[in-house]
């Protein structure tokens, strides 16, 4: 299979498709892409690969993300630096949510991903830096959930920031 169009890097060699296109997934930061993602993400019936392409950021906001089995989402370009992290700006990945986590099932994979909860602000002043730590206290946020007798999920190069807890395994 010839190299999706938003597919670049080693990443592309291995058989996998783009998240954003003709499924409604738009990965803007702003548009909900929860309920077009699973109805996506539900077509992988034998598993696969997936990619979310450089700088973009899947809004996850109604509901829950759920990786299918054996389906692996990765992120692609340098969605992990520490300068893009800090600014917030031309990360790869995901933006959950207050009420929201991913699901993973079995041998479900997340690599190269930044995974953010919505309404982080970039280079916090001191005043925002202690209002959101104060938020943090009273929510019990999850970024990832990995349910009983799920084996095989794999989380890898992923960067989990503003949850309360990063990994819940039941």
């Known amino acids: 299979r010839a190299a999706a169009p938003d597919c670049v890097g080693s990443a592309c060699g ?3 498709v783009p998240i954003v296109g003709g499924s409604g997934i738009v ?11 699973n109805r996506y993400l539900e077509t992988f019936t034998k598993g ?11 809004l996850i906001a109604s509901g829950n ?13 340098s969605a992990l630096s520490p300068a893009r992290a800090i600014t917030l700006s031309g ?13 993973m099932q079995r041998g479900a994979q ?4 930044f995974i953010r909860s919505d309404g982080l602000t970039p280079n916090p002043t001191a005043s925002q830096a202690i209002a959101a730590v104060s938020a943090w206290g009273k929510s019990s946020s999850v970024a990832v959930t990995i ?3 799920t084996g095989g ?4 190069n992923d960067l989990i920031v503003g949850f309360n807890t990063a990994i819940r395994s039941h």
């Open 14 to 16: 291995q058989g996998g």
């Open 27 to 37: 990965c803007d930061g702003v548009t909900d892409d929860t309920s077009a993602l």
């Open 48 to 58: 696969g690969t997936i990619f979310v392409p450089e700088g973009r950021q899947c």
């Open 65 to 77: 993300l759920n990786v299918p089995d054996n389906v692996t989402i990765v992120g692609i370009g």
């Open 91 to 103: 990360v790869t990945g995901f933006i959950l949510g207050p009420s929201s986590t991913i699901v």
């Open 110 to 113: 997340l690599r190269d991903l």
């Open 147 to 149: 349910p009983a007798n």
């Open 153 to 156: 999920v794999q989380l890898r």
